[in-house]
């Protein structure tokens, strides 16, 4: 394969599996929360992650592990034009502090997008990645769209399968059991002043009373592997790096925590859809709703959220949707 794919060089069924492996350690867990500045409290107290999950190795952030994984995936993506989506993340087992990850990505469907007069041609890619431990346990497991270029001259590939058919169900005994064994008590009475499980009622909203600003977004992506030229120069983004999709996830997810702070993980997204661009200094403000809870067996329970984000810039323009993500986090 070409060091930097277009569209056209992608084979329904390809295999990449020479990304870099990464060892999860304290600096790189450190630098990953200050740019993003999620407050879940596992990752953060290494003494409450000992005691609720009877492990000494302390827990990684949950979506630090998803960024290195998408990171991984980034070297058939490197000529990305924006990517459109995710389905169907499921979180298999937890992640702690020296765990070594690799992703395989494998290349699951292809379409070529209808030509319009004075635009580049490009097509839609979905791609399946697998994230494992040093163990090859697998931690991770998800699919994402992206649209890539073709070159200027190409014929018509063909590639026409329906990327709107990628699954976004995840198995409920793979959620349940990335928690299974957990001290859930003992995390309520560190945290006594809720919310907890019982606190919550579906249906529920939180619309945070001030946005975050989007910083060290090349950054992010270096410290994520993530090779996509789009983020990292402005010429290959068409005049504007953009922000790499996880980077403004994983500010939605910071919004999340300090509208309920005592979700204990995060278990899976079932959907998330990038519907607007995102740049640099762009302040995004977020919209949380509650949408169901179901109890798990050790007493406690899966909340499913829906968060959507807005961007506004400091030039004055108007607020722009940029996100829409269906996420799956395990309340006490």
């Given at each position: 394969?070409?060091?930097?794919?277009?569209?056209?060089?992608?084979?329904?069924?390809?295999?990449?599996?020479?990304?870099?492996?990464?060892?999860?350690?304290?600096?790189?867990?450190?630098?990953?929360?200050?740019i993003?500045?999620?407050?879940l409290?596992?990752?953060?107290d290494?003494?409450?992650?000992?005691?609720?999950t009877?492990e000494?190795?302390?827990?990684?952030?949950?979506?630090?592990?998803?960024?290195?994984a998408?990171?991984?995936?980034?070297q058939?993506?490197?000529?990305?034009?924006?990517n459109?989506?995710?389905?169907?993340?499921?979180?298999?087992?937890?992640?702690?502090?020296g765990?070594?990850?690799?992703?395989v990505?494998?290349?699951?469907?292809?379409?070529?997008?209808?030509?319009?007069?004075?635009?580049?041609?490009?097509?839609?890619?979905?791609?399946?990645?697998?994230?494992?431990?040093?163990?090859?346990?697998?931690?991770?497991?998800?699919?994402?769209?992206?649209?890539?270029?073709?070159?200027?001259?190409?014929?018509?590939?063909?590639?026409?399968?329906?990327?709107?058919?990628?699954?976004?169900?995840?198995?409920?005994?793979?959620?349940?059991?990335?928690?299974?064994?957990?001290?859930?008590?003992?995390?309520?009475?560190?945290?006594p002043?809720?919310?907890?499980?019982?606190?919550?009622?579906?249906?529920?909203?939180?619309?945070?009373?001030?946005?975050?600003?989007?910083?060290?977004?090349?950054?992010?992506?270096?410290?994520?592997?993530?090779?996509?030229?789009?983020?990292?120069d402005?010429?290959?983004?068409?005049?504007?790096?953009l922000?790499?999709?996880?980077?403004?996830?994983?500010?939605?997810?910071?919004?999340?925590?300090?509208?309920?702070?005592?979700?204990?993980?995060?278990?899976?997204?079932?959907?998330?859809?990038?519907?607007?661009?995102?740049?640099?200094?762009?302040?995004?403000?977020?919209?949380?709703?509650?949408?169901?809870l179901?109890?798990?067996?050790?007493?406690?329970?899966?909340?499913?959220?829906?968060?959507?984000l807005?961007?506004?810039?400091d030039?004055?323009?108007?607020?722009?949707?940029?996100?829409?993500?269906?996420?799956?986090g395990?309340?006490?």
């Amino acid at each position: 394969m070409p060091t930097a794919p277009w569209f056209e060089d992608l084979r329904r069924g390809q295999v990449l599996d020479d990304a870099p492996a990464v060892t999860v350690t304290d600096g790189l867990a450190a630098t990953h929360q200050a740019i993003v500045g999620d407050r879940l409290r596992l990752p953060l107290d290494h003494e409450l992650s000992r005691r609720v999950t009877g492990e000494e190795r302390p827990l990684a952030h949950p979506q630090l592990v998803c960024d290195l994984a998408i990171g991984q995936s980034t070297q058939v993506t490197q000529r990305v034009v924006a990517n459109l989506f995710y389905r169907g993340l499921a979180l298999h087992r937890p992640v702690r502090i020296g765990d070594t990850l690799r992703t395989v990505t494998t290349v699951e469907a292809l379409k070529q997008n209808t030509r319009r007069a004075g635009r580049p041609p490009t097509g839609l890619a979905v791609l399946h990645m697998r994230t494992t431990d040093q163990h090859d346990r697998t931690v991770l497991d998800f699919r994402r769209c992206a649209m890539l270029p073709l070159r200027e001259d190409t014929a018509p590939t063909g590639h026409a399968d329906d990327v709107q058919k990628v699954p976004d169900a995840l198995d409920a005994d793979v959620l349940a059991r990335l928690t299974a064994g957990w001290d859930l008590d003992a995390f309520r009475a560190a945290t006594p002043r809720g919310p907890h499980l019982a606190d919550l009622e579906v249906g529920q909203r939180w619309t945070p009373s001030f946005g975050d600003v989007v910083t060290s977004a090349p950054e992010l992506a270096r410290l994520t592997l993530n090779v996509a030229g789009a983020h990292h120069d402005a010429a290959a983004a068409g005049g504007r790096r953009l922000v790499y999709g996880g980077h403004t996830i994983g500010i939605a997810a910071a919004q999340l925590l300090r509208a309920v702070p005592n979700v204990v993980t995060i278990a899976g997204w079932e959907r998330c859809d990038h519907t607007g661009p995102v740049h640099e200094g762009d302040t995004l403000h977020g919209q949380i709703e509650l949408t169901a809870l179901d109890p798990l067996e050790n007493g406690g329970g899966l909340a499913r959220f829906r968060l959507l984000l807005r961007s506004t810039d400091d030039q004055g323009s108007p607020p722009t949707e940029v996100l829409d993500w269906r996420m799956i986090g395990v309340m006490a």
